[in-house]
């Protein structure tokens, strides 16, 4: 699913924090900024750009200076580029007070036009650091979203199989929730996805039994998280003996699920009575993080193995 904002979204978000103000287009608030396919692999805010424009274009000192020292026809013809390419707003950086031309571009076209003392480099980071979250792709995954020993962890399993209890008793044991039942994921990055709560769900939790639980007001702020990368995914599943006769029991069951177009780490873990699914949970988080440092148990053992054959044939 593809996101998009506003002019006026965006001016809410980081308007007192680039101190932006409205030139004129105040009535354009509504304009829609979105991903466009012709914007793809470019910022979709920087300095003033007429060969590849940019969706918000960034007017400071230097660009003053260059407009300023073309002949008249030329930066006429600059102007007509610039709002030829229909750019969501245009911003007035470092303090600059937009030319008469510029002005009355923006007021013929009814383009937003705003201006900050904020330097061009500054704003141009806010805003497409802000751009690229309300833009990104977004998904929501069935399951709940924790984190675990600092690392984003969605436990998934068919419904009833308990992920809501395994998430109070993580919680209880110092880890925090992020979202319960339906976390939304978005791509902000090639190789990150970062996963949020609903705000209608922020801070609920549902158990069978005990109806909808406010995890904040029951365990204290510390309880709950706004925000994580996903980087692990927990698969809880019930399996019959025949199933858990073919796992591996070596290597374990390792996959991954495809998130956005991007491969998380997945690991499958049998449900059975008695079993600590807890402990397992920190445990497979425990051994995500040494996989990521290039260690794998496995082949241990098994050089381990080969050691202790060889060194018994050597004596033999």
Known sequence: MTSNTSIGELVDALGSRLQLKWTTGANRRDLVISDRDDYQGQPLAGSLNLIHPNQIQLIGTEEIAYLDGLLDSIRRESYRQLFFAEPAAIICTDGVEPP???????ETTDTPLLQTGISDRLVANHLNYYLSQALAERDTIHGVFMEVFGT??????????????????????????????????????????TGVCPPLLQDFIEVRGLGLLNVR??????????????????????MDDSTLARLDRLTGTYSTRN?????????????????????????????????????EASEDFINRQRKAISDTTKEE
Not at 273 to 288: C, F, H, L, S
């Open 217 to 238: 007001r029951m365990f204290g702020d510390t309880s709950i998280k706004k925000g994580k990368y996903l980087r692990l995914i927990i698969h809880i599943a019930q």
């Open 152 to 193: 984003g962890v969605l436990l998934t399993g068919m419904a009833a199989v308990g992920k809501s209890e395994l998430a109070l008793e993580l919680i209880t044991r110092g880890h925090r929730l992020i979202a319960d039942d339906a976390p939304e994921f978005s791509r902000i990055a090639p190789d990150i996805v």
């Open 259 to 295: 998130v956005l177009g991007l491969e998380i780490p997945k690991v499958t873990v049998p449900l059975a009575p008695g079993r600590n699914m807890a402990i397992i949970v920190e445990t497979a988080v425990r051994q995500y993080m040494l996989r990521q440092q290039g260690y």
């Open 100 to 106: 008469r031309e510029l002005l009355d571009s923006a």
